[in-house]
């Protein structure tokens, strides 16, 4: 598991190593991330990305996430990728 930073994509690992394991602890990091990017109209339960009655956003948070995700070359150019060969 991933989450998008600032600085760019960044691992889990640094996560785990700080004892951070289980899934809830994943759940705050992730709203903390959030909260540094203005973005607190957005509360995330779960760390799958399924739907989950009690996570929500705004319009405008999931702009700001986007432009997150856009503003980082690795992303956008994962995201603006229209096809993908797989190299035996």
Avoid: Q, W
Avoid at 12 to 23: K, Y
Avoid at 62 to 86: H, M, P
């Amino acid at each position: 598991m991933s989450y998008i930073d600032p600085k760019g994509f960044t691992s889990i690992s640094p996560l785990i190593s700080r004892g951070e394991t289980s899934s809830k602890n994943f759940i705050n990091k992730m709203n903390s991330v959030l909260s540094k990017f203005n973005l607190s109209h957005t509360s995330l339960n779960n760390s799958t990305g399924l739907p989950d009655l009690s996570s929500y956003s705004t319009v405008k948070d999931l702009i700001g996430i986007a432009e997150c995700c856009l503003s980082n070359g690795f992303i956008k150019e994962i995201l603006s990728t229209r096809y993908f060969f797989k190299k035996n």
